[in-house]
């Protein structure tokens, strides 16, 4: 297995988590939160959606698709521009309502196209680019990719997790 098929298939895990944690969800079940500090499906989807956008793009060099494909003002949430959610408080949280399950799902199934396209070309090599200068040690390709990769998946679980306390 190369390199770019290993990636390919964590992001597409991580795409099937999504899609089937939003299928069939009223609005309802999608802003619940089980508590009051509590993230929200919707939240963690756009949360996955937002932390895989902002850094693959900036990996690769292209427009998120959040600005590109005009989401941010379709989600329209009054957030900063840039924002994904890292450190939000419970209020910035909440912000992630009106928000369809389609509208959810049609957002993450650009980022994740984009990002199946960028990893696509990728060989072990290229896995050793510095792409942040600002920790130390610096970051890497392929640290960054398998922080996306792990911080979606759990918030995945935490989003499946959810559903299941909804009984949805």
């Known amino acids: 297995m190369e390199i770019n098929e290993l990636l390919a298939d964590a992001f597409g895990r991580v795409h099937g988590e999504v899609a089937g944690v939003l299928d069939g969800l009223s609005q309802d079940d999608l802003e619940a939160r089980p508590g009051p500090g509590a993230n929200s499906i919707a939240w963690l989807v756009w949360h996955i959606a937002r932390v895989q956008d902002d850094h693959v793009s900036e990996a ?11 989401w941010e003002d379709r989600f329209d949430l009054g957030l900063p521009a840039g924002d994904t959610g890292y450190g939000h408080t419970a209020e910035q949280a909440g912000r992630v309502a009106g928000v369809s399950g389609a509208d959810l799902l049609a957002y ?59 009984g949805a």
């Open 60 to 70: 690769a060099g292209h427009e998120q698709a959040w600005t590109a494909g005009g």
């Open 108 to 166: 993450y199934e650009a980022v994740h196209a984009q990002t199946l396209a960028y990893v696509a070309g990728l060989t072990a090599a290229d896995l050793d680019r510095v792409v942040d200068v600002n920790w130390t040690p610096h970051v890497t390709l392929g640290v960054r990719l398998v922080s996306v990769i792990d911080d979606n998946q759990q918030h995945g679980g935490q989003a499946a997790y959810v559903r299941g306390l909804l």
